[in-house]
Structures are given as structure tokens and as C-alpha cells.
């Protein structure tokens, strides 16, 4: 699978211009394992040649002050007010745009400590690979040039999230429902046994 991607992002008719880059979006709940994916799918493309930067969103939540402003369970936060998208827009995806400088922060918060994590910038060189990945990225008109999303069953997703999560599966099947990820993504990944996953190809491929 990762090859696969590797190769769709290699071919001469997907390929950056000199001066560009490429940003692929893997989506997935916390139980989906989405860096893994990412993982694969940044060795697979270093072999070939490429720069590539991986970027959890895990690394850009909002405050605990912000995301527990209405409670530790709150659905609507969770959806829209846990993560911070403004800050990915400006500091990842930014400086990836057509003339952008490259200089990607790869974090900004630490959950654990609740505190700005203060990591330097990162020169991903034009013509490389930002590989971002986590969860509720789709319908937010980030500009993948691939989206990728690993989508657990209802059943799946309970089984694999700590009970102390679960409550956020109502975020999740509401995201399904109006966010549609498997059919805003170019390709879908389906998890429920992560030893034996299945995949839909590339749209259009």
C-alpha cells in the first residue's frame, strides 16, 4: 500500500514542479493508527529519493483551558475546538505553499505538559513531502494534493479505543456523517483487522 502511494506521488504527472511541494493528508481516529501508515509511507518514499517531513496533529492541540472549556466530554468541542487548525494553516501548510519557505514547525504544543513545546523549524527542501496525519483533517479544505483515510467500523473503532476515549465515538460517527471522509478521500483504507487492511486504490487510477 505504501508503495503504491509512494509511486502514485513519484509519477511524473502528479511530481512537484521544482519549486513545489507535496502535501498528503492520512486521516483516521486515534485507534486507526494513522502514523504507521505515515511511517511506511515516509520510508517508502526516502528510499526513493525524496525529503519527506512527517507531522502529527497530535503535536498542534489547543490549550487544556480551550478544549475543556465546556467539559472533559464534550462532542461539539472535540469536533471543532480541540485542535488547532489556524495554527497548522499558518505553520505547516504556509510555508508549503507556491513560494512558501519551507520552514515547517513540526509542533507547537505538548498535551503532557500543557505547554508550547518551543521545537525549532524544519527545512523540508522543495520538492519534498509533508506527510500529515491524525484525525478530522478532511472537510477542512487542506490542500492535499492525496488524502488518505483509515476508516474503522463503528464495532472496530469501540473495540480499539481505551474506554476513557470512547465517548469520543459520537464525534466520530458525526464526522462520518457530515464530513463524508471515505468519500473526500482520493483513496480509503479499511482497518478493522490492522494485520489484514484493505484499500480502495487511488480515484482515478
Excluded at 82 to 90: E, G, V
Excluded at 99 to 123: H, I, K, N, Q
Aim: hydrophobic share 40%; aromatic share 8%; no cysteine.
Amino acid at each position: 500500500m505504501a508503495e503504491r502511494l509512494a509511486g502514485h506521488l513519484d509519477d511524473p504527472d502528479h511530481a512537484p514542479g521544482p519549486d513545489a511541494w507535496q502535501r498528503v493528508g492520512i486521516d483516521g481516529a486515534p485507534a486507526a493508527d494513522t502514523g504507521a501508515l505515515a511511517g511506511l509511507l515516509a520510508e517508502e518514499l526516502r528510499l526513493r529519493g525524496r525529503s519527506v517531513l512527517v507531522v502529527p496533529t497530535g503535536g498542534f492541540l489547543r490549550p487544556a483551558s480551550l478544549r475543556f472549556e465546556f467539559g472533559r466530554r464534550d462532542v461539539d468541542a472535540y469536533l471543532d475546538g480541540w485542535y488547532d487548525t489556524a495554527a497548522l494553516w499558518r505553520e505547516v501548510f504556509g510555508p508549503t505553499d507556491p513560494g512558501g519557505t519551507g520552514l515547517v514547525l513540526p509542533d507547537l504544543w505538548d498535551p503532557a505538559t500543557d505547554r508550547a513545546t518551543r521545537s525549532p523549524y524544519v527545512e523540508l527542501p522543495a520538492g519534498g513531502v509533508l506527510l500529515v496525519h491524525g484525525p478530522l483533517l478532511l472537510g477542512r479544505w487542506f490542500p492535499f494534493d492525496l488524502s488518505v483515510h483509515v476508516r474503522l467500523s463503528a464495532g472496530a473503532l469501540a473495540r480499539r479505543t481505551e474506554e476513557s476515549e470512547r465517548w469520543t465515538a459520537a464525534a466520530f460517527a458525526r464526522y462520518e456523517a457530515e464530513a463524508d471522509p471515505a468519500g473526500a478521500a482520493d483513496a480509503v483504507v479499511r482497518a478493522d483487522d490492522p494485520r489484514h487492511p484493505a484499500w480502495t486504490g487511488i480515484r482515478g487510477r
